[in-house]
């Protein structure tokens, strides 16, 4: 004979009145609430290395858009600019949510480059510069798979932002790695 004595039903949501009073009572937390599972201090210092490393893509890309010389560089200015503008847009989104855990953004140049997971790095040739834009784009990809799982979820919002960044930084690492084919003439990676 079946069980027909049924526990009673877990509720889905919290009782609205405690989230109100909740939200009233800690209000001066801004964005982090009760229920944030992570440590907002350690994302915080987490997200500011994020941040240095956007910082130094845009100033890098930027460099190289309005450097690069040669026959068909071109093309591979405005993919540069390109590449800047949307690291420009990953710049602000990291700033943005280090707002919301309570910090304040740091973009102070001074010590940006060892803040930064990836490096400042010129080049005197435009395959050169392809080359730096990639090792950066494979650094960034790294970095960020690993904070991801990191982040997962104990900060869901953090977690999306950078997977987000991520899909980012692999269309450009395959960009970079298009240009650099197209410009030595045989692929490096397998495909």
Not at 15 to 42: E, F, H, M, W
Request: proline share 5%; glycine share 6%; with cysteine.
């Amino acid at each position: 004979m079946p069980d027909t004595s049924k526990a009673p039903a877990k509720p889905f949501l919290s009782d609205v009145k405690t989230l109100r009073d909740r939200a009233r009572k800690n209000i001066a937390d801004g964005a982090v609430t009760s229920t944030y599972k992570g440590d907002p201090k350690q994302a915080v210092e987490i997200l500011q290395s994020v941040l240095a490393t956007e910082i130094v893509c845009v100033l890098r890309y930027t460099m190289h858009s309005v450097t690069a010389t040669g026959i068909s560089s071109e093309g591979v200015k405005a993919e540069f600019a390109e590449h800047a503008k949307e690291e420009q847009e990953h710049m602000m989104a990291v700033a943005e949510r280090i707002t919301q855990l309570g910090g304040e953004p740091d973009f102070n140049p001074e010590g940006l480059a060892s803040r930064s997971a990836s490096e400042y790095s010129t080049g005197p040739s435009l395959v050169d510069m392809i080359k730096e834009n990639l090792i950066a784009e494979r650094i960034a990809v790294e970095h960020y798979q690993e904070l991801v799982r990191f982040f997962g979820d104990d900060d869901p919002t953090t977690k999306r932002m950078l997977e987000w960044i991520l899909s980012v930084e692999e269309e450009h690492a395959d960009d970079m790695h298009d240009l650099l084919v197209a410009h030595q003439g045989a692929p490096m990676l397998p495909r």
